[in-house]
């Protein structure tokens, strides 16, 4: 799978307080051609998402104010297509018990690197493609501007 290929039509959200996670991968998705915001904060999240629809939202469990569940929690009922996963250096069984019924998608635990996000993102397209009633694919495309 062209993974780059398929991600340069959807925006992303990545959401860390690591200054350094997020200007890394976001010069790396840049450099591939990608589209990725990067905010510190879940409260900055919640604005974007206001503002602008995100096929894929990749946050830190550990975030300054709200944390990363709450957020995703927040977020359900108005981006419930998003594909959404969960960064932590802090999996426990409850924090993936709760992900799970909130229907987060994915988890990546820190340390990470940008392999290991390209094999999340890469599962979740083949889930995506072989079982389209997970995903709205028309929420994932990134829409152009007229």
């Known amino acids: 799978m062209d993974l780059f290929g398929k991600l340069k039509g959807m925006k992303i959200l990545l959401i860390d307080?690591?200054?350094?996670?997020r200007d890394s991968l976001a010069l790396y998705f840049e450099g591939e051609g990608c589209h990725l915001q990067a905010l510190e904060?879940?409260?900055?999240?919640?604005?974007a998402l206001k503002k602008q629809e995100y096929g894929i939202i990749i946050t830190d469990y550990r975030l300054p104010g709200m944390d990363g569940l709450e957020f995703l929690k927040r977020i359900?009922?108005?981006?419930?297509n998003a594909m959404k996963i969960l960064i932590t250096a802090y999996r426990d069984e409850d924090i993936v018990s709760k992900a799970n019924r909130m229907g987060i998608h994915d988890f990546i635990d820190k340390p990470f690197t940008t392999k290991t996000i390209e094999n999340s993102l890469s599962r979740l397209l083949?889930?995506?493609k072989n079982n389209r009633t997970n995903f709205d694919v028309n929420h994932l495309v990134q829409r152009e501007s007229t």
Do not use: C, V
């Open 17 to 21: 307080d690591d200054e350094w996670i």
């Open 41 to 47: 904060t879940a409260e900055e999240g919640i604005e």
């Open 76 to 80: 359900q009922d108005s981006h419930p």
């Open 126 to 128: 083949q889930d995506q």
